[in-house]
């Protein structure tokens, strides 16, 4: 069962929102945590922006590589610092 923008909570709705704003965030890593498809999160994002971020959101993923897993090369050689806390579903674990 797909959760709909009205099932998630605000918090969920300002994550999801945040993670694609974020160059880096596949839209595969959004299905995976909310089980929104790319065309959910696109009728999502253009429901909860303004018009203005809309149309500057949509230029800025537009064929960009790095929103899509399969067109983007080395997803898995990603660097990471020793010192970056690791996230579990949006929960900054404890050291």
Known sequence: ????????SQDDLDRLIEM?????????????QFGLPESAV???????LKPASWRRWR???????????????GVGERFKSD???SI?????SKR
Not at 42 to 48: F, G, P, T, Y
């Open 42 to 48: 696109i009728k999502l994002l253009r429901a909860h």
């Open 20 to 32: 694609a704003w974020e160059d880096r965030t596949p839209f595969d890593a959004i299905e995976a």
């Open 59 to 73: 230029a800025r993923v537009q064929g960009r590589a790095t929103k899509h897993a399969a067109l983007s090369a």
């Open 1 to 8: 069962m797909k959760p709909q923008s009205h099932e998630l």
């Open 83 to 85: 010192q970056q806390r």
């Open 88 to 92: 579990t579903h949006n929960r900054i």
